[in-house]
């Protein structure tokens, strides 16, 4: 398995989720002066981050993203063929990385 350009982003297909890279090219103007939004400080996005990217009817968009600060892309490479479960594991052994912009899990539900 292996990531494919999609813009910006790179993207890891999987049968029913997949894992999205964002180098961090973009650059939030309102990180300069330390925004809150809610309960949600905005973030620097000129970080990298990668997502696992989960199908989810209770979300609006229709999906759940869980996300890490970092690059990621050749851990979850290894791991997807071996499903979601391992890579829902990934993610909760990492989630000390969490990115302020991810779903928070309870429960990953799938």
């Given at each position: 398995?292996?990531?494919?350009?999609?813009?910006?982003?790179?993207?890891?297909?999987?049968?029913?989720?997949?894992?999205?890279?964002?180098?961090?090219?973009?650059?939030?103007?309102?990180?300069?002066?330390?925004?809150?939004?809610?309960?949600?400080?905005?973030?620097?996005l000129d970080r990298p981050e990668t997502a696992?990217?989960i199908k989810d009817s209770d979300k609006l968009?229709?999906?759940?993203?869980?996300?890490?600060?970092?690059?990621?892309?050749?851990?979850?490479?290894?791991?997807?063929?071996?499903?979601?479960?391992?890579?829902?594991?990934?993610?909760?052994?990492?989630?000390?990385?969490?990115?302020?912009?991810?779903?928070?899990?309870?429960?990953?539900?799938?």
């Amino acid at each position: 398995m292996h990531f494919i350009p999609n813009g910006v982003n790179e993207i890891l297909q999987c049968e029913d989720f997949f894992i999205s890279y964002n180098p961090g090219t973009v650059r939030n103007p309102l990180d300069d002066i330390g925004v809150m939004i809610g309960a949600m400080r905005v973030e620097n996005l000129d970080r990298p981050e990668t997502a696992l990217v989960i199908k989810d009817s209770d979300k609006l968009s229709g999906q759940s993203h869980y996300i890490l600060y970092g690059d990621y892309r050749e851990a979850y490479a290894t791991i997807a063929h071996r499903g979601l479960d391992a890579c829902i594991a990934f993610f909760m052994k990492h989630i000390e990385h969490i990115a302020d912009t991810s779903n928070r899990p309870k429960t990953i539900n799938h």
